[in-house]
């Protein structure tokens, strides 16, 4: 799973849709559609060109892909 919501707020900020995002990582929108559901996931080469896009740092990669459910300042 990823953070959906963290995410989200970040493709707002750039006036992204789904399909915006999906058309990007070169996917069709239905097969974005089960990732961003959550029956699959996102795999290494779509999180790299996801934090190129929205210039992420290593932390909310950390935090909207490798770890979302972990809050600040909590260990693994």
Do not use: C
């Not at 006036?15 to 929108?29: C, F, I, R």
Request: glycine share 6%; hydrophobic share 35%; charged share 25%.
């Amino acid at each position: 799973m990823f953070d959906k919501k963290g995410l989200k707020k970040i493709m707002d900020a750039y006036h992204d849709y789904n399909k915006d995002l999906s058309a990007y990582l070169g996917m069709s929108v239905p097969n974005f559609s089960t990732i961003w559901n959550g029956r699959q996931q996102f795999n290494v080469n779509h999180i790299r060109r996801i934090a190129v896009r929205y210039s992420l740092d290593p932390q909310q990669v950390w935090d909207i892909f490798l770890f979302p459910e972990l809050k600040e300042g909590q260990e693994p």
